[in-house]
């Protein structure tokens, strides 16, 4: 085993039963299906695809607030098992900031508090630890004068003021890993930048790993050292950020390259064109290559199953080259 893997994932899988509320038939989303990967210690580990395609579920299995139906989670060397000791190990060590603010934050609750119940689910210290610890972090966020912003609430505060806090409580039991779950897509954009130096800035102080998720590959591409990209529940392609984004390889990457880069005239004709917001087609055709309904390169072979091989310094799950 090397010893640099800070995380490993182990063919992790989780399908969920869903009932139709008209017609009450129910069907199966195989919201993760075994996916793989491990995520160096420092770096910013980016997990990227369009909604639905399991991003969030994989954050949560890695934090076992839902468990797998399949698969192991291996922090620093040792597998998580369901037992409390292990489990608290796992979100001790790994916090998570979410899309929402308003998802990780009581409104009702002081910032003091918000930021301390951590502390004080893992014992911390004392109450005057505990106070001090949370002025720190947040001044570490950026949030002065943190002696004024601990008697307010939520409210009082701009939105990119509070997702700062959610930042700071993900941060003030100095976690190892933070996996941060589209942290910025509901801020301005002119804040959005600002947020992202933070985190760069703080990774680099303090030694963070970030798993980073986002369908943004603009932000993915400024922030992140690798990518995985998820198609309906699996990765279809991962490497270093820079090559798989500049020379994809996996026809589902190129198009979500497509779909933010600007128009070329000269290619507006282009015929092997995905538009990515074409409907998904059939959600439970889960054999074969999951992509090949959209894919304008498919052939007869992609009714198998593409395994993720090593090949062009990365990893792809295509028989085809492209
Ligand atoms: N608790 C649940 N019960 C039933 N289905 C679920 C549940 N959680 C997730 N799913 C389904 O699993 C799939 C993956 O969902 P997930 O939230 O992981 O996607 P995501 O990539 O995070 O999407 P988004 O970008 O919209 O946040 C989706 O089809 C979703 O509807
Ligand atoms: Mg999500």
């Given at each position: 085993m090397i010893l640099s893997y800070i995380l490993q994932v182990e063919n992790l899988k989780k399908y969920f039963t869903k009932k139709s509320v008209f017609t009450s038939k129910s069907s199966t989303v195989h919201a993760v299906d075994?996916?793989?990967?491990?995520?160096?210690?420092?770096?910013?580990?980016?997990?990227?695809?369009?909604?639905?395609?399991?991003?969030?579920?994989?954050?949560?299995l890695i934090l076992k607030s839902i468990h797998p139906d399949e698969g192991n989670v291996i922090f620093q060397s040792q597998q998580i098992t369901d037992e409390q000791k292990s489990i608290n190990k796992i979100r001790m060590q790994c916090q998570m900031i979410h899309q929402d603010p308003y998802?990780?934050?009581?409104?009702?609750?002081?910032?003091?508090?918000?930021?301390?119940?951590?502390?004080?689910?893992?014992?911390?210290?004392?109450?005057?630890?505990?106070e001090a610890r949370?002025?720190?972090?947040?001044?570490?966020?950026?949030?002065?004068?943190?002696e004024n912003i601990v008697n307010k609430y939520p409210h009082m505060l701009s939105g990119g003021q509070r997702q700062r806090i959610v930042l700071a409580r993900a941060l003030a039991l100095k976690p190892k890993i933070l996996i941060a779950d589209e942290p910025v897509s509901m801020l301005d954009v002119s804040i959005r930048a600002e947020m992202l130096e933070l985190m760069e800035e703080l990774k680099k102080k303090y030694e963070i790993t970030f798993i980073y998720i986002t369908h943004d590959l603009a932000t993915a591409k400024y922030f992140g050292d690798t990518i995985a990209i998820l198609y309906l529940g699996q990765i279809v392609e991962q490497g270093p950020i820079k090559e798989v984004l500049l020379n994809p390889k996996h026809?589902?990457?190129?198009?979500?390259?497509d779909a933010i880069s600007e128009p070329d005239p000269e290619n507006l004709h282009?015929?092997?064109?995905?538009?990515?917001?074409?409907?998904?087609?059939?959600?439970?055709?889960?054999?074969?290559?999951?992509?090949?309904?959209?894919?304008?390169?498919?052939?007869?072979?992609?009714?198998?199953?593409?395994?993720?091989?090593?090949?062009?310094?990365?990893?792809?799950?295509?028989?085809?080259?492209?």
């Open positions: 075994n996916v793989s990967f491990e995520v160096k210690k420092g770096e910013v580990f980016v997990l990227a695809g369009e909604s639905g395609s399991g991003k969030t579920t994989i954050a949560k998802d990780s934050i009581n409104p009702r609750m002081k910032i003091l508090d918000i930021i301390s119940e951590p502390l004080e689910i893992h014992n911390f210290g004392t109450k005057k630890e505990i949370v002025l720190q972090v947040l001044k570490e966020v950026r949030l002065e004068p943190a026809p589902y990457t190129q198009a979500l390259i282009k015929e092997k064109k995905i538009r990515i917001n074409e409907p998904v087609g059939k959600i439970e055709q889960y054999h074969g290559c999951r992509f090949r309904s959209r894919c304008p390169y498919a052939i007869e072979k992609c009714k198998d199953e593409p395994k993720l091989e090593s090949k062009f310094g990365r990893k792809v799950a295509c028989f085809v080259e492209i």
